[in-house]
């Protein structure tokens, strides 16, 4: 166990709607990582958060956004969801922003329909 | 460019035998260098990382890998094989971008090990 937490671990939802997935990080750790995880496209970086404020930004779609909250808890929205969309989607913590070592949830699998 | 290349998609061992799981890099610097494991159903788990210092990196469950600076080359060894060893492992760089680092990860590499 990583101590990293995600929830929910699945979601299956429609094109053109909006999720949220939700990630806690390990006790003491300031970044917060984003993944998406597909067959076509393999681990792709989305974006990074240290102590609240964007650090880093990957292959993330205008679509989606996300954030870090004072308790350093992360969220990411997804919306107007398409079916290429369907992925599993990862978060990661550190303890610093600097991306050496990082500890992954156990993701959330999104179905759109 | 900065880029990681996994030239296997799969490899396949018997329990016992050694094993290697090969990953090539590029990057601007010094490359920092990075192993994780993914277990079916799991998440990516921490293996062992290269950033500075010996060119052999020893790290969890008895994997190491080997730092070549003119090969540019990060590939991960185990002397025996487990069974348990069966998963995919991924290579990782950390690359250096305008205001900050990106982690890019390899394609990824299948692991097979039979008894």
């Known amino acids: 166990d990583s101590g990293v937490t995600q929830t929910p671990k699945h979601l299956i939802t429609a094109t053109g709607q909006r999720v949220t997935l939700r990630c806690s990080p390990r006790?003491?750790?300031?970044?917060v990582y984003w993944y998406q995880q597909s067959l076509d496209q393999g681990l792709q970086f989305l974006i990074q958060?240290?102590?609240?404020?964007?650090?880093a930004k990957g292959n993330i779609l205008e679509r989606f956004s996300a954030q870090q909250f004072p308790d350093l808890h992360s969220e990411l929205n997804l919306s107007s969801l398409e079916l290429g969309d369907s992925a599993l989607y990862f978060c990661?913590?550190?303890?610093?922003?600097?991306?050496?070592?990082?500890?992954f949830g156990p993701g959330t699998r999104l179905t759109v329909t | 460019a900065q880029s990681v290349a996994q030239p296997e998609d799969q490899v396949n061992v018997a329990e016992g035998n050694p094993l290697t799981v090969k990953c090539t890099y590029s990057?601007?610097?010094?490359?920092?260098l990075f192993w994780y494991v993914q277990y079916p159903n799991r998440g990516l788990q921490f293996l062992l990382k290269?950033?500075?210092?010996?060119?052999l990196v020893k790290g969890s469950y008895g994997f190491e890998a080997e730092f070549n600076k003119s090969q540019t080359s990060f590939h991960l060894k185990k002397p025996s094989a487990l069974v348990s060893d069966s998963a995919l492992y991924f290579c990782?760089?950390?690359?250096?971008?305008?205001?900050?680092?990106?982690?890019?990860f390899g394609a990824g590499t299948r692991l097979f090990v039979k008894a």
């Open positions: 990661a913590s550190s303890v610093g922003r600097e991306a050496y070592e990082q500890y």
């Open positions: 006790s003491g750790d300031l970044s």
């Open positions: 958060y240290y102590n609240g404020e964007e650090r």
């Open positions: 990057v601007s610097g010094n490359p920092y």
């Open positions: 290269y950033i500075t210092g010996d060119n």
């Open positions: 990782a760089v950390r690359g250096v971008y305008t205001g900050g680092f990106k982690t890019i």
